[in-house]
């Protein structure tokens, strides 16, 4: 699937990549020849949480650097890029994967709270985007994949928070695909994945693990940030080896003249949506699924 796509020379920040997704998004691309900035929050003890992985690279002959810092702080995220720059080159590549979870009732979560996760997920995806789009637009040339999410498409119960900081992801990366400068060749996706990881322990149970593994997510992400990739503004949602794109669909136009608002509201027909981010899953991971229905 992937045997013809070489990213040599190439540099990639992969932040959150210590482990789950962003760990097999990290190891994917070394594996084909890109420079990996590994990026991740330090351990409670303060010792580096991305040196593992980028230690399992270099073990493999690959070439990559940890970062250590959050994913929000503008200072982190200029940290990041001055290492890609120093070590390996200006970054081609941008994977934004950091991101946090808490299942929690809207009516019970404080404001403090809500802020916290949406200053990581949403935040922490505009520092990272502010940092390396003048390297980008200056070379012409980049990829760009957000992290998104069927909770923030379709809704997830105890999510609020969440959902509303993945659904940004969409707004931002089509808003930000109309920015590019004309003629650079800069494409922004979003991915929504579907996999085991620890953020997904909760709702996923462990003996899924290897069906529902990160490394069945990382080949879909890998297309997307090489140079064969010329979709921009997409949204794909991946997982157990299977992918598809989400589309935003409109149904068709009524005029309100054409009978009592009542009478016209009742006749807007939307198009087959899922009502939540487990139904839509459910096709993603059909096994899974099946077994549990």
């Not at 190891?27 to 580096?48: M, Y």
């Not at 230690?55 to 070439?63: F, K, L």
């Not at 970054?91 to 949406?118: C, H, K, Y």
Request: proline letters at 4%.
């Amino acid at each position: 699937m992937s045997g013809d796509l070489d990213f040599s020379g190439r540099t990639a920040i992969v932040t959150g990549a210590a482990k789950g997704l962003g760990r097999a998004y990290a190891l994917w691309l070394a594996a084909r020849g890109c420079a990996v900035v590994a990026s991740n929050r330090p351990g409670p003890d303060g010792v580096s949480s991305a040196q593992d992985v980028v230690d399992e690279i270099m073990a493999a002959g690959g070439r990559a650097v940890a970062h250590d810092g959050a994913v929000q702080s503008p200072e982190a995220a200029a940290e990041m890029v001055e290492i890609a720059r120093s070590r390996f080159g200006a970054p081609d590549i941008f994977v934004s994967n950091a991101g946090v979870q808490a299942w929690r009732d809207f009516s019970t979560a404080t404001l403090d709270q809500m802020r916290e996760l949406i200053d990581i997920n949403l935040w922490g995806a505009i520092v990272g985007l502010k940092a390396v789009w003048p390297e980008m637009t200056g070379q012409a040339y980049g990829r760009i994949v957000l992290t998104g999410s069927s909770a923030g498409l379709w809704g997830q119960m105890q999510s609020a928070d969440y959902g509303a900081s993945k659904a940004a992801m969409v707004g931002l990366a089509r808003s930000l695909v109309l920015d590019v400068p004309e003629g650079a060749d800069i494409r922004i996706n979003v991915i929504a994945p579907a996999a085991y990881t620890p953020m997904s322990m909760g709702s996923i149970d462990a003996k899924w693990a290897g069906y529902a593994s990160p490394d069945h997510v990382a080949p879909v992400v890998g297309w997307l940030c090489s140079e064969h990739c010329r979709s921009s503004g997409g949204i794909y949602h991946a997982g157990a080896g299977n992918v598809r794109r989400v589309q935003v669909l409109e149904g068709p136009v009524r005029l309100l003249s054409g009978g009592s608002i009542g009478e016209v509201m009742g006749s807007l027909t939307a198009q087959p949506e899922w009502v939540s981010s487990f139904a839509s899953g459910a096709e993603i991971l059909p096994e899974m699924a099946k077994a549990n229905s």
